[in-house]
């Protein structure tokens, strides 16, 4: 971003821009962030687990995040139980930090799960899906033969807050989208 936005509409417009190009473009910043998931059988006394996802689709109209996952994954199970999630992205390039609360859905069958692994189920990254061993599971020495399509699955996470925070030289600036009416804030 060459020119600060000025008004709540223009960054409001400019992060869904951001997060849509971020799922297309590998190199992105935002392509790979955090999801922190509510864990009550975590060793963390706060009971949160973080691991970093990436971003495959983004869409301002649905407001929806799309992010692929095994089945077995831990995450899986706490969001089938505690769907309140939230992503953090940061971007150096534009110095924006995007916290976004999501809830989350897990989808492993029907034709929006068919139609992403019909897209990659020929490259490299389908072998992350393919083992016969949960994700996390001890290995004994051995690589475990490639499995089936089963344990792909999607997070449809659907964006009900955005707190946007932009560091800039000339100061910082934040603002939240998405509970209530659009507002600055104090960063």
């Given at each position: 971003?060459?020119?600060?936005?000025?008004?709540?509409?223009?960054?409001?417009?400019?992060?869904?821009?951001?997060?849509?190009?971020?799922?297309?473009?590998?190199?992105?910043?935002?392509?790979?962030?955090?999801?922190?998931?509510?864990?009550?059988?975590?060793?963390?006394?706060?009971?949160?687990?973080?691991?970093?996802?990436?971003?495959?689709?983004?869409?301002?109209?649905?407001?929806?995040?799309?992010?692929?996952?095994?089945?077995?994954?831990?995450?899986?199970?706490?969001?089938?139980?505690?769907?309140?999630?939230?992503?953090?992205?940061?971007?150096?390039?534009?110095?924006?930090?995007?916290?976004?609360?999501?809830?989350?859905?897990?989808?492993?069958?029907?034709?929006?799960?068919?139609?992403?692994w019909a897209r990659i189920?020929?490259?490299?990254?389908?072998?992350?899906?393919?083992?016969?061993?949960?994700?996390?599971?001890?290995?004994?020495?051995?690589?475990p033969a490639a499995g089936?399509?089963?344990?792909?699955?999607?997070?449809?996470a659907t964006v009900t807050?955005?707190?946007?925070?932009?560091?800039?030289?000339?100061?910082?600036?934040?603002?939240?989208?998405?509970?209530?009416?659009?507002?600055?804030?104090?960063?």
């Amino acid at each position: 971003m060459n020119q600060r936005l000025s008004t709540l509409n223009e960054v409001e417009a400019a992060i869904w821009e951001e997060l849509e190009r971020s799922a297309r473009d590998r190199s992105h910043p935002w392509r790979t962030c955090v999801l922190a998931t509510a864990a009550p059988d975590s060793h963390d006394q706060a009971g949160v687990d973080a691991r970093l996802v990436v971003l495959r689709e983004a869409d301002a109209a649905t407001r929806r995040l799309l992010i692929y996952t095994d089945s077995r994954a831990r995450k899986v199970a706490q969001m089938r139980a505690h769907p309140a999630a939230t992503l953090v992205l940061w971007s150096t390039t534009i110095g924006w930090q995007l916290r976004c609360s999501v809830r989350c859905e897990i989808e492993d069958n029907g034709l929006t799960v068919s139609s992403r692994w019909a897209r990659i189920k020929l490259s490299p990254g389908a072998q992350d899906y393919l083992s016969p061993l949960a994700p996390g599971t001890a290995l004994d020495g051995q690589t475990p033969a490639a499995g089936q399509r089963e344990n792909f699955a999607l997070i449809i996470a659907t964006v009900t807050r955005i707190d946007w925070m932009e560091l800039n030289a000339d100061g910082h600036r934040r603002a939240v989208f998405g509970d209530g009416p659009a507002r600055w804030v104090q960063p």
